[in-house]
């Protein structure tokens, strides 16, 4: 993995083909988690929270500064065209350098609060360990998207 990929959890893919997820109604939040796990694409029932088999939630970074526990809202729409599904985040995911943030983010999850158990969607690799006490940290969505599924 390297800075700036993107896992996809298979559990998600079939929780769009189930109807568990409606990316259009549903709030769709980005959190910050360390290094304690590494998120892969077949986690098994990853969540953020208890109830399913992989807790991401447990591994939130601390502090205080401008992170707000839970993570922030990102905002999309879901199309569909010629097969292919895409989630087009319009948001700027974006935490301003603060003395009191956390020092030990290193991926960040992306998850359905709407969802029974908070299900999550997918991860961004950071590529490090990141300090937000010494930068901006800022995640800029695809244009195109989150990801989009063929």
């Known amino acids: 993995m ?3 990929d993107l896992i996809l959890f298979n559990q998600h893919i079939e929780g769009l083909g189930d109807g568990t997820h ?3 109604a549903n709030t769709i939040r980005a959190a910050i988690i360390d290094s304690t796990q590494t ?12 109830g399913g088999t ?3 939630d447990t591994d939130e970074v601390t502090g205080g500064g401008n992170y707000t526990a839970e993570g922030q809202d990102i905002s999309g729409t879901w199309s569909q065209a010629a097969g292919t599904g895409t989630f087009d985040a319009t948001d700027i995911s974006a935490w301003s350098q603060h003395a009191s943030n956390p020092t030990d983010a290193r991926w960040i999850i992306v998850y359905d609060d ?4 908070n ?7 950071l590529g490090a360990v990141f300090d937000m006490t010494t930068g901006d940290l800022t995640v ?9 599924i063929s």
């Not at 709407?114 to 158990?117: D, E, I, N, V």
């Not at 299900?119 to 690799?125: E, G, K, Y």
Request: hydrophobic share 40%; charged share 10%; proline share 5%.
């Open 114 to 117: 709407t969802t029974a158990g």
């Open 39 to 50: 998120p892969v694409a077949t986690s098994a029932d990853p969540r953020w929270g208890a």
């Open 119 to 125: 299900q999550c969607i997918c991860a961004v690799d």
């Open 54 to 56: 992989v807790n991401f």
């Open 22 to 24: 409606d990316l259009d």
């Open 2 to 4: 390297a800075q700036n």
């Open 140 to 148: 800029a969505w695809n244009a195109s998207g989150i990801y989009t």
